[in-house]
């Protein structure tokens, strides 16, 4: 299976950058092993898919609301998400969980209303640097992936250290490894052989002087990627090093 090196754009962007960075990615994409995909924010969903049309890269949305419709101002379902082209969407992300108070069983819904709508859910599961510290790290993220999962999940897991994000800071090879060996136990455990397609992408810093050890890695299918990718040399050299 190709690594996913997915970009989560965050709340960067307006239409002419946003168009130029994605035009960029296509154009340096050719010859690539691994399977990228963008997430730019919803205002740049359109424009995006208009300049990822026929290239095989995907595009991806930052959330969306567990109901397909209805009164839910400011919201966007999964259905929305599909209709402009979206083949896949980020969910529970730590700045969502934490900005926004997500629980698990919301993101669970809201991983259930992706599927529905044929999605690829990227469901991010990680730590806090205090949980780490007290030696809670894999009861922290078990707990999340147990329960920010719907019965009969198909798509990605991205373990994403909330202290990772933004920082500079990494997990050692090793942690990394250990802590997608217990995720691959999980699913395993929970889906059987299923569990064994659902590919695990590493986040958290990172870039492209780190990207080949993570991405050596032999349970990291991938890597979600945020400030790194909103540079295309910086994200085509990190999607360089993925196999
Ligand atoms: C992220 O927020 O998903 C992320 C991995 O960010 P960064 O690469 O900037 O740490």
Redesign the pocket.
Known sequence: MPQVIAG?W?MNGLAAGAEALAGAVRSGADGLSCRLVLCPPFTLLAPVATVLAGSGIGLGGQDCHPEPAGAHTGDISAPMLADVGASHVILG???RRQDHGESDALVRAKTAAALAAGLVPIV?VGESGAQRQAGAAEEVVGGQLGASLPDGFAGLI?Y?PVW????GLTPTAAEIAAMHDFLRNRLVGRFGVGGREIAILY????KPANAGAILALDEVGGA??????LQAADFLAIAAAAR
């Open positions: 989560n965050k992300h730590s700045e991010c991205a994403e990772a994000i933004g920082t986040g958290g810093s990172v979600l990627v945020g400030g790194a990718c």
